[in-house]
């Protein structure tokens, strides 16, 4: 539960009974078909720690987002989608041009793009084709 809802007036308890009746997200999953070559990318890409790898059940789970990531290879029980193109959920980030950094490190096609409703995004490809988007988040927000 939110820190703010150990307030106990009445409203702040019925706002607070709201926000647990959210879903949330629980965990992101990306197809790849080598394990370990993209376990290795997505940890020099985004800097996230492997914490459970197993290429018996192609799975992979890592930390340092905000939720966590899976990578899993089709069939395997993870899941059937194939891998490339658009990865359906977009990541966010403040400050993409310290980001760039780390991702340009593997992926030589990470890119700042303006978007047309005037943020911005980091794009890149993974080494399974599967295309990754990091909004920025303005400071604060």
């Known amino acids: ?20 009746r959210l879903l949330n997200l629980a965990l992101l999953k990306i197809p790849v078909l080598e394990l370990a070559i993209a ?17 018996e059940y192609g799975w992979a789970q890592m930390e340092g987002a905000a ?3 899976a990578l899993y290879v089709p069939g395997n029980g993870g899941g059937d989608r194939q891998p490339g193109g658009t990865v359906d959920v977009h990541l966010s980030a403040q400050n993409l041009d310290e980001h760039i950094k780390t ?25 399974d084709n599967n295309i990754i988007r990091i909004m920025e988040t303005p400071a604060g927000g």
């Open 103 to 127: 991702a340009k490190s593997v992926a030589t096609d990470a890119a700042i793009h303006a978007n047309a409703d005037g943020s911005r995004s980091l794009e890149f490809t993974d080494p």
């Open 67 to 69: 939720i966590p990531l």
């Open 1 to 20: 539960m939110a820190p703010w809802c150990r307030r106990r007036d009445f409203e702040a308890v019925e706002i607070c009974r709201e926000v647990d």
């Open 39 to 55: 376990t290795r990318f997505y940890e020099r890409a985004l800097g996230l720690t492997p914490v459970f790898v197993s290429e």
